[in-house]
C-alpha cells in the first residue's frame, strides 16, 4: 500500500475553500512581486498533468508550488516530485499540506540559482524519465524557460502554464510578430503544443492577463543540423537585435564593419536576401547562415 492511500486525504487544494482555508490558518499574504497567483480550478490542474504524461516510474519537477495545490497531483500522479519555492514563507505551509505524500521533496530555492544537476543526482536517480510541471511565476518565465532548455538537462516534457501571449510566442512560426528568439530557443529544442488556454478567474488572486498551458516535448535531437549551438544562437540574436533593421544589418553589426562587404557572398551561398527581416527566416535558414558565416571565417 502507498502512503497516499494510507491517509484520509482532505479536500483538494486546488479549490477556493481549501485555498483560502490554508492562507487564512498561515496567515499568508500574496507578494505580486514574486508572481505568486494559485490556481484553484480543478479541471485545468488535471488538463496540466494529463499533458505532462506521468507515471509512478517517473519523475516530476515542480517550479514555484506556492501552496501545493499542483504538488498534491504531482505527487498523486509520478513516483517522485521535486519542488523548488524560493518564498521561505512557503516552505512550512508545503510541509504541512503534503505530510500525506511521502513521494515529495520541498527545497527551498531559486529555481535561476540551483544547481539543478545535483538535484537531479539527488532526487530523480532511478527515475525512467523526468519532466517539469509548472504553474511558472510570469515575472521570470522566460529566462526558466532558456535555463532549462540550454542546461541539456535530461528533461522529457516541459508542462507550463505561461503567460498566453508568451505561449503564442513560443509556438510562433516565421513571419509573424511573434516570432524571434524565443520561439527558435523553444522549438530548436522541443515540439510546442498549446494545451488550453486559461481564464484568470482560474487563480487567486486573479492576474490582469490571460493564461495558457504550454506542452514542450523534447525532441530527440535538434530540430535543425548545426555545427556550433552557441554561434547559431549568437547569428540568431544578432538578427533579432533590431527588429526594424534588415538582417543585412543587423548582421553588419555582429561581423563589424570592416568585414561588411564579406556579408553579400555569405548571403548568396545560402539563398536568402539580405533585405528580409530576422522574423521571416526559419530555423534551417538561421542554420545555414551560421555556418557559411563560419566558414567564410566572418564568426568564430
Ligand atoms: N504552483 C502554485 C499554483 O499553481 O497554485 C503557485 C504558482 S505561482 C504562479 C508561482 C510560484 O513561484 C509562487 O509560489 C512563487 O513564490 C514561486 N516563485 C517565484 N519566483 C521563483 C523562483 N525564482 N524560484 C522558485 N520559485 C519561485
Known amino acids: 500500500m502507498t502512503t497516499n492511500q494510507t491517509h484520509t486525504r482532505a479536500a483538494a487544494i486546488a479549490t477556493p475553500t481549501r485555498t483560502k482555508d490554508i492562507i487564512r490558518k498561515h496567515g499568508f499574504t500574496f507578494k505580486k512581486s514574486l508572481g505568486q497567483n494559485f490556481l484553484i480550478d480543478k479541471n485545468i490542474l488535471d488538463k496540466i498533468v494529463d499533458a505532462a504524461d506521468l507515471g509512478p ?35 512550512p505551509i508545503l510541509q504541512d499540506v503534503l505530510a500525506p505524500y511521502d513521494n515529495v521533496s520541498v527545497v527551498h530555492a531559486d529555481v535561476l540559482k540551483a544547481d539543478l544537476r545535483q538535484l537531479w543526482q539527488e532526487r530523480f536517480a ?34 507550463v502554464m505561461v503567460q498566453k501571449e508568451v505561449a503564442e510566442r513560443m509556438a510562433a512560426k516565421p513571419g509573424g510578430k511573434d516570432y524571434g528568439t524565443l ?43 548545426v555545427s556550433d549551438e552557441e554561434r547559431y544562437f549568437r547569428v540568431v540574436h544578432a538578427a533579432f537585435a533590431q527588429r526594424r533593421k534588415t538582417l543585412g544589418n543587423n548582421l553588419a553589426a555582429l561581423v563589424g ?12 551561398r ?31
Open 57 to 91: 516510474a517517473k519523475g516530476a519537477l515542480e517550479i514555484g508550488p506556492g501552496v501545493g495545490a499542483l504538488t498534491e497531483r504531482l505527487a498523486q500522479e509520478a513516483g517522485r516530485v521535486a519542488a523548488l519555492e524560493i518564498d521561505g514563507r512557503l516552505i
Open 270 to 300: 545560402c539563398g536568402i536576401d539580405p533585405t528580409r527581416r530576422g522574423e521571416t527566416l526559419s530555423l534551417k535558414e538561421f542554420a545555414a547562415l551560421a555556418d557559411a558565416l563560419a566558414e567564410a571565417k566572418l564568426l568564430s
Open 183 to 225: 520561439s527558435i530557443a523553444v522549438q530548436y529544442y522541443c515540439e510546442p503544443e498549446l494545451v488550453c488556454i486559461v481564464p484568470s478567474g482560474a487563480f487567486i488572486p486573479a492576474p490582469n492577463v490571460d493564461s495558457a498551458v504550454i506542452k514542450l516535448k523534447r525532441r530527440p535531437k535538434p530540430a535543425v543540423d
Open 126 to 159: 532511478g527515475t525512467e524519465s523526468v519532466s517539469v510541471v509548472a504553474n511558472l511565476p510570469y515575472y521570470v518565465t522566460t529566462p526558466i524557460i532558456m535555463r532549462l532548455l540550454e542546461e541539456h538537462l535530461p528533461i522529457e516534457n516541459i508542462v
Open 257 to 268: 564593419k570592416e568585414r561588411k562587404a564579406e556579408l553579400g557572398g555569405v548571403f548568396e
